[in-house]
């Protein structure tokens, strides 16, 4: 079912900041920014070659991250995002096996323009994972 490792993500409380770490002091290629108001976060992509890490803040007053956040105020790793080939046939198959897919179930679409979903951590090894549409 897993293919490449897309990205990790770190939510962090200052984006801005978080972006001059790893683009001055870890000479990193970082993106500009993107607000997805539909995920409440706004985000910035470090481009490795051979995955990516999401640099996350939150954005409005009901961001899913906020909670985070709140109990990690420096910042921390969030979600691990794997691509799938077809992340619908995997969320059926993940909820057949009992697995939490978060939010009403529907794939919203993602920063890079793909469908995406959310598993709970709690079935995952205390990791929150996020399915993106290869
Ligand atoms: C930019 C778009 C997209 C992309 O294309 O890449 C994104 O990445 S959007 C990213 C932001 N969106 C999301 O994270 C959506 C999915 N997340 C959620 O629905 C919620 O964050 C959550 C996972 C349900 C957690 O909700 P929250 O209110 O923060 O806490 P709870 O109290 O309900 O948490 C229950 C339980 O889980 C633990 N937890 C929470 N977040 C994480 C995490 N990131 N990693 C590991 N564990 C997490 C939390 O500590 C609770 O545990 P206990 O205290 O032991 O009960
Ligand atoms: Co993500």
Do not use: W
Request: net charge negative.
């Amino acid at each position: 079912m897993l293919g490449r490792l897309n990205h990790v993500a770190i939510a962090v409380p200052d984006l801005a900041a978080a972006t001059a770490t790893y683009r001055d002091t870890l000479g990193a290629k970082v993106s500009q920014p993107q607000a997805l108001a539909e995920h409440g976060v706004t985000v910035v992509f470090v481009d490795l070659g051979n995955t990516k890490v999401e640099l996350l803040e939150p954005l409005g007053e009901t961001s899913p991250i906020a909670g985070f956040l709140a109990k990690n105020p420096s910042g921390g790793m969030h979600h691990i995002c794997y691509e799938v080939d077809d992340i619908i046939a995997a969320r059926d198959r993940l909820a057949g096996e009992g697995a939490r897919v978060l939010g009403d179930g529907e794939p919203k679409t993602g920063a890079h323009g793909k469908p995406v979903l959310f598993l709970h951590p709690k079935d995952f090894v205390g990791t929150l994972v996020e399915l993106e549409q290869a």
